[in-house]
T-cell receptor, first 117, second 112 residues
Framework: GAVVSQHPSWVICKSGTSVKIECRSL??????MFWYRQFPKQSLMLMAT?????????EQGVEKDKFLINHASLTLSTLTVTSAHPEDSSFYIC?????????????FGSGTRLTVV | DQQVKQNSPSLSVQEGRISILNCDYT??????FLWYKKYPAEGPTFLIS?????DKNEDGRFTVFLNKSAKHLSLHIVPSQPGDSAVYFC???????????FGKGTRLHILP
């Protein structure tokens, strides 16, 4: 089946540094990638939608200059958390929709646990 | 405005019994609904879906019921097994751009 590989699975970084998270579709072309964030005991909140070859679309309240999204190819989308602060510590997950016989299927990455110290 | 609501943050069920997870929605524009299961520090895994034109879909131990007039759906797991202990998310994709809107999730504990 379709697989989205997400790396790293966990990262600890110092406050003020930047962290890049990669999501790679391994056996299908992902023209769109959704980026989610999950705080402890809370739901998955959509942050932004990346589209190959065009600018990402950010949800209300998400700082586009802080969460840089790049979707340079049909198999790779990246999220860079710039100048990270402890409040950015969270679980980040990507998801790629793909057309299936009876509708749209969604493949999720395995997530990245970011801890900013 | 929360378009997909899961009002029970947690649920405990005896092994072998039926687990019923509930979800309400406010937007009638959802074409279908999805249920995902999630373990800590992992991405969600797809369980089962239901089209908005159906009222029931069954897959093994999992059955989802949809009541459109009440804007309510439920996931039934029977018999419940220890490996079912996880957080379950109800989700609806927005048909205009395929974005998924998730509920807050319900943590299911299967008791031995």
């Amino acid at each position: 089946g379709a697989v989205v590989s997400q790396h790293p699975s966990w990262v600890i970084c110092k406050s003020g540094t930047s962290v890049k998270i990669e999501c790679r579709s391994l056996d299908f072309q992902a023209t769109t990638m959704f980026w989610y964030r999950q705080f402890p005991k809370q739901s998955l909140m959509l942050m932004a939608t990346s589209n190959e070859g065009s600018k990402a679309t950010y949800e209300q309240g998400v700082e586009k200059d802080k969460f840089l999204i790049n979707h340079a190819s049909l198999t790779l989308s990246t999220l860079t958390v710039t100048s990270a602060h402890p409040e950015d510590s969270s679980f980040y997950i990507c998801s790629a929709p793909r057309i299936m016989g009876k509708g749209v299927g969604y493949t999720f990455g395995s997530g990245t646990r970011l801890t900013v110290v | 405005d929360q378009q997909v609501k899961q009002n029970s943050p947690s649920l405990s069920v005896q092994e072998g019994r039926i687990s019923i997870l509930n979800c309400d929605y406010t937007n009638s524009m959802f074409d279908y609904f999805l249920w995902y299961k999630k373990y800590p520090a992992e991405g969600p895994t797809f369980l089962i879906s239901i089209s908005s034109i159906k009222d029931k879909n069954e897959d093994g131990r999992f059955t989802v019921f949809l009541n459109k007039s009440a804007k309510h759906l439920s996931l039934h797991i029977v018999p419940s097994q220890p490996g079912d202990s996880a957080v379950y998310f109800c989700a609806g994709p927005m048909n205009r751009d395929d974005k998924i809107i998730f509920g807050k999730g319900t943590r299911l504990h299967i008791l031995p």
